[in-house]
């Protein structure tokens, strides 16, 4: 018998995250792409190796993978390509903005689908009761109003990708504006990935909490549970 430390996966370490995306990238990029260091090509595969890097350890060591962390190394390779071919900064602005407002077009275009992307983000068995929750929605006769929240909630998700393309463009497109291959390209690149999380990443992150938020009052609403019984890992529950 497998206890709970064994099947469970190991969690992912924010401070880690953010050191090796962010912290290590921009110090390397602002401080390390002068001649007399790495130059500014060495800098920027020094600096592009560390998400890559972070990412395939984190894979190997958690064995879990999710659609975030692929379009994350996919945004990084892309960076890295736009860079070393020393394409127009305009294509960097658009990279940036294309990868959230895909995502964003994909979370509508799944409602057409028999697994909406919302009920993976939100909605599943890593976070909620989904099987306490659907019991009880159908004891209720509430499945009906249940698909037009979820509905509700995946306009919602959508709306954080796409203010986060909206801003990643603005910002891409204000801050790196030389040439791919230059000293300064490199560190606007820096100043871009160091401002990328609290201009960025925090807002659309608020968005996608609003979300959140709306589909746990509107499931306690239709349910009659409350929201201890619905939300995993609460100690009210006893971990089950």
Avoid at 112 to 139: C, M, Y
Avoid at 165 to 181: F, K, R
């Amino acid at each position: 018998m497998h206890t709970q430390a064994e099947t469970t996966p190991a969690r992912e370490s924010l401070l880690l995250n953010i050191g090796l995306n962010i912290v290590a990238p921009t110090l390397i990029l602002t401080k390390l792409s002068g001649d007399a260091a790495l130059g500014t090509t060495g800098a920027l595969l020094a600096a592009l190796a560390f998400p890559l890097g972070y990412g395939a350890w984190d894979f190997w060591r958690r064995r879990k993978y999710n659609l975030f962390s692929v379009l994350g190394l996919v945004s990084v390779l892309l960076t890295g390509g736009i860079s070393l071919l020393q394409l127009p900064p305009h294509y960097l602005a658009v990279k940036e903005a294309a990868i959230p407002g895909l995502l964003g077009l994909a979370v509508l275009a799944s409602l057409k689908t028999r697994w909406p992307l919302v009920r993976s983000l939100l909605f599943n068995d890593a976070v909620l009761h989904t099987g306490r929750i659907q019991s009880a929605l159908e004891a209720r006769g509430a499945t009906g109003g249940f698909e037009q929240v979820m509905n509700r909630a995946t306009w919602l998700l959508a709306a954080s990708f796409f203010l986060s393309a909206v801003l990643n463009y603005a910002l891409a497109s204000t801050l790196v504006t030389a040439t791919a291959g230059s000293l300064e390209y490199n560190e606007q690149l820096g100043r871009l990935t160091a401002l990328s999380y609290p201009l960025i990443a925090l807002p659309a992150t608020a968005v996608m909490a609003g979300a959140l938020f709306y589909l746990f009052r509107r499931i306690t609403q239709l349910t009659g549970l409350a929201f201890e019984e619905i939300v995993r890992g609460n100690a009210a529950n006893g971990g089950h």
